[in-house]
T-cell receptor
Framework: EDQVTQSPEALRLQEGESSSLNCSYTVSGLRGLFWYRQDPGKGPEFLFTLYSAGEEKEKERLKATLTKKESFLHITAPKPEDSATYLCAVRGSSNTGKLIFGQGTTLQVKP | DVKVTQSSRYLVKRTGEKVFLECVQDMDHENMFWYRQDPGLGLRLIYFSYDVKMKEKGDIPEGYSVSREKKERFSLILESASTNQTSMYLC???????????FGPGTRLLVL
């Protein structure tokens, strides 16, 4: 069964304190791993798509990496406005387009 | 930019009422999805559609139905609302089955 586990559930950082969020997955034939950011009361906002092990994508203070078993979202020198819940999702080879989501990591960055 | 809009941000309904949630996307996407999001349970897929007048059950379709009469519009219907359908409902669309899904702002539904 396809499964996604994110850790930690919650993370509190001081402004400027770099860290990483983890997304571990088991899926039959990965057809994409997706990172989203979600602010309270709003819909998820797309960040990155990764398709193969070794791939990396960057956007401002965020960098996503992918291995055969997990993905990391690295946050460099975070700011308070980076506070949000970060969701990871995978698509397998079932050809339905269906995404399997993790529970998310809630990040709080204090000034 | 992809834009997915949902008809209401907040909705309060009574048990037994028929509820319509509407979603519209403006990017000519083939695929559209309805999820619900609950604390501790994450996002769960209710229904999805690959094309006009086509629909497929997701993981939790019980108590829901959908309608897709036009490519840009995907409606979620709660035939007889119950309190356990109180949730955040999220609509998403994607160009095809392998592309990124883009989400709308969500509808927070409270069933009393």
């Amino acid at each position: 069964e396809d499964q996604v586990t994110q850790s930690p559930e919650a993370l509190r950082l001081q402004e400027g304190e770099s860290s990483s969020l983890n997304c571990s997955y088991t899926v039959s034939g990965l057809r994409g791993l997706f990172w989203y950011r979600q602010d309270p009361g709003k819909g998820p906002e797309f960040l990155f798509t990764l398709y193969s092990a070794g791939e990396e994508k960057e956007k401002e203070r965020l960098k996503a990496t992918l291995t055969k078993k997990e993905s990391f979202l690295h946050i460099t020198a975070p700011k308070p406005e980076d506070s949000a819940t970060y969701l990871c999702a995978v698509r397998g080879s079932s050809n339905t387009g269906k995404l399997i989501f993790g529970q998310g990591t809630t990040l709080q960055v204090k000034p | 930019d992809v834009k997915v809009t949902q008809s209401s941000r907040y909705l309060v309904k009574r048990t037994g009422e028929k509820v319509f949630l509407e979603c519209v996307q403006d990017m000519d996407h083939e695929n559209m999805f309805w999820y619900r999001q609950d604390p501790g349970l994450g996002l769960r897929l209710i229904y999805f559609s690959y094309d006009v007048k086509m629909k497929e059950k997701g993981d939790i379709p019980e108590g829901y139905s959908v309608s897709r009469e036009k490519k840009e519009r995907f409606s979620l219907i709660l035939e007889s609302a119950s309190t356990n359908q109180t949730s955040m409902y999220l609509c998403a669309s994607s160009r095809d089955r392998v592309e990124t899904q883009y989400f709308g702002p969500g509808t927070r539904l409270l069933v009393l």
